[in-house]
């Protein structure tokens, strides 16, 4: 693999990344739209809300399956383009059997996507022997302020779904099916870097063993209960546990979500100079501050002091999460992503329903407690972000395509 293949291809992805953040925004940020389009009850919204993140979760274990057959970057070049041609279907719709079709075919599309994007991520990182997954990470959260942006047009413009997802589909799908020719993995087969050398014996070499992979599922699912924290609560919080208006009460997942953008967009950098473990530390106690500084907040503006933390904070979190998975298991890199992977959605699921069990029962300040102690005991975990091997690093030589811009 050359110097050019392995720049083009890291331009590729992050695009992907990219596209699939401004797709995954434009469902989730009009939802009260879909509901009213297909006159979805409120008992019943829960149960479409839910089955999305279940069927990703299938389809990622699914991926795991597919890819002992064909690479990673023929999955996501399939999968990409499903997942806009979903979202065009959720627009499209009129019945409620073709909003539930639409949204199973997102689901299942999703997790495939997420699950081959992460590989070739951990692919190419591995053999750029430098952080470079939290960029793509950055992409997609660039990706999903364009696609919240866009969704807050439509509906201030009072566009049908269709009207507000049909030009954005039509734009992106050709562009990625374009960016797919230059997919490329960092590794070939049974985990050899281009450059024809082994992969590092890592923990657990290429024997994927559930019990070493199960602290990364565990930070995983903690990372993703602390996000949707923030995206599904941080509004109500604010207006009504802090009395903001209801304008001021959208601004905090807006700030989170550029934060986001803004530590991942520096955390490659953070971890080639600390080290992964000490990264992941540090976002950890500032994201468990940001829970704190909420928790006991007497005013709106100490909330969103609280919100911009914990962006700050989650943001490293899941892609050096992700790194992990493929240092740990260094000759079985894709099935260890595809399983971690699930757990995404599994915090996903279980986060909302548990603040809001929590805040109904007890109280929403002492609700915000819970993801703040999840969020502390990564920090219990963080061993398993372990160093590069040690032909990475200790002053050894690293192979000429560690050196691609």
């Given at each position: 693999?050359?110097?050019?293949?392995?720049?083009?291809?890291r331009?590729?992805?992050?695009?992907?990344?990219?596209?699939?953040?401004?797709?995954?925004?434009?469902?989730?940020?009009?939802?009260?739209?879909?509901?009213?389009?297909?006159?979805?009850?409120?008992g019943?919204?829960?149960?479409?809300?839910?089955?999305?993140?279940?069927?990703?979760?299938?389809?990622?274990?699914?991926?795991?399956?597919?890819?002992?057959?064909?690479?990673?970057?023929?999955?996501?070049?399939?999968?990409?383009?499903l997942?806009?041609?979903?979202?065009?279907?959720?627009?499209?719709?009129?019945?409620?059997?073709?909003?539930?079709?639409?949204?199973?075919?997102?689901?299942?599309?999703?997790?495939?996507?997420?699950?081959?994007?992460?590989?070739?991520?951990?692919?190419?990182?591995?053999?750029?022997?430098?952080?470079?997954?939290?960029?793509?990470?950055?992409?997609?959260?660039?990706?999903?302020?364009a696609?919240?942006?866009?969704?807050?047009?439509?509906a201030?413009?009072?566009?049908?779904?269709?009207?507000?997802?049909?030009?954005?589909?039509?734009?992106?799908?050709?562009?990625?099916?374009?960016?797919?020719?230059?997919?490329?993995?960092?590794?070939?087969?049974?985990?050899?870097?281009?450059?024809?050398?082994?992969?590092?014996?890592?923990?657990?070499?290429?024997?994927?063993?559930?019990?070493l992979?199960?602290?990364?599922c565990?930070i995983?699912?903690?990372?993703?209960?602390?996000?949707?924290?923030?995206?599904?609560?941080?509004?109500?919080?604010?207006?009504?546990?802090?009395?903001?208006?209801?304008?001021?009460?959208?601004?905090?997942?807006?700030?989170?979500?550029?934060?986001?953008?803004?530590?991942?967009?520096?955390?490659?950098?953070?971890?080639?100079?600390?080290?992964?473990?000490?990264?992941?530390?540090?976002?950890?106690?500032?994201?468990?501050?940001?829970?704190?500084?909420?928790?006991?907040?007497?005013?709106?503006?100490?909330?969103?002091?609280?919100?911009?933390?914990?962006?700050?904070?989650?943001?490293?979190?899941?892609?050096?999460?992700?790194?992990?998975?493929?240092?740990?298991?260094?000759?079985?890199?894709?099935?260890?992503?595809?399983?971690?992977?699930?757990?995404?959605?599994?915090?996903?699921l279980?986060g909302?329903?548990?603040?809001?069990?929590?805040?109904?029962?007890?109280?929403?300040?002492?609700a915000?407690?819970?993801?703040?102690?999840?969020?502390?005991?990564?920090?219990?975990?963080?061993?398993?972000?372990?160093?590069?091997?040690?032909?990475?690093?200790?002053?050894?030589e690293?192979?000429?395509?560690?050196?691609?811009?």
């Amino acid at each position: 693999m050359t110097d050019a293949g392995l720049r083009h291809g890291r331009a590729s992805l992050g695009l992907s990344f990219g596209v699939q953040g401004v797709a995954f925004a434009l469902l989730v940020t009009r939802i009260p739209a879909i509901q009213d389009q297909y006159g979805i009850s409120d008992g019943l919204l829960p149960v479409f809300l839910a089955a999305v993140p279940i069927l990703a979760g299938v389809g990622s274990v699914a991926t795991e399956k597919v890819v002992a057959r064909v690479r990673p970057g023929v999955v996501l070049r399939w999968a990409q383009p499903l997942v806009l041609l979903a979202l065009l279907g959720v627009g499209a719709g009129r019945e409620m059997w073709h909003v539930a079709v639409a949204l199973g075919v997102f689901g299942l599309a999703v997790g495939a996507l997420d699950a081959s994007m992460n590989m070739l991520g951990v692919s190419l990182q591995r053999a750029y022997a430098r952080s470079i997954m939290t960029g793509f990470h950055a992409a997609y959260s660039l990706g999903g302020i364009a696609g919240a942006s866009l969704a807050w047009a439509g509906a201030r413009w009072e566009l049908s779904l269709l009207a507000s997802y049909l030009p954005v589909v039509a734009m992106l799908l050709p562009v990625a099916l374009i960016g797919s020719r230059w997919y490329t993995e960092g590794k070939g087969a049974e985990g050899k870097r281009p450059d024809g050398t082994e992969d590092g014996a890592g923990s657990a070499g290429g024997a994927l063993s559930f019990k070493l992979l199960l602290p990364l599922c565990l930070i995983m699912t903690f990372a993703y209960i602390g996000d949707s924290t923030v995206s599904n609560w941080s509004a109500k919080y604010l207006q009504d546990v802090l009395g903001s208006s209801e304008q001021l009460a959208t601004v905090p997942y807006n700030v989170y979500m550029v934060t986001t953008l803004l530590g991942r967009a520096v955390g490659d950098l953070g971890v080639r100079r600390f080290g992964a473990v000490a990264v992941v530390r540090g976002g950890s106690l500032l994201a468990a501050g940001g829970f704190a500084v909420v928790a006991v907040a007497p005013g709106a503006w100490v909330g969103m002091l609280g919100f911009t933390m914990l962006g700050f904070g989650l943001c490293v979190i899941v892609p050096q999460t992700f790194a992990a998975a493929g240092r740990m298991f260094p000759g079985n890199s894709d099935a260890a992503v595809a399983r971690l992977n699930i757990f995404n959605y599994v915090g996903f699921l279980v986060g909302s329903p548990l603040v809001g069990a929590l805040g109904d029962a007890w109280s929403y300040r002492g609700a915000m407690l819970v993801p703040m102690v999840l969020v502390l005991a990564t920090l219990v975990y963080a061993r398993a972000f372990g160093p590069e091997p040690a032909r990475y690093g200790g002053g050894h030589e690293r192979p000429r395509t560690a050196d691609v811009g």
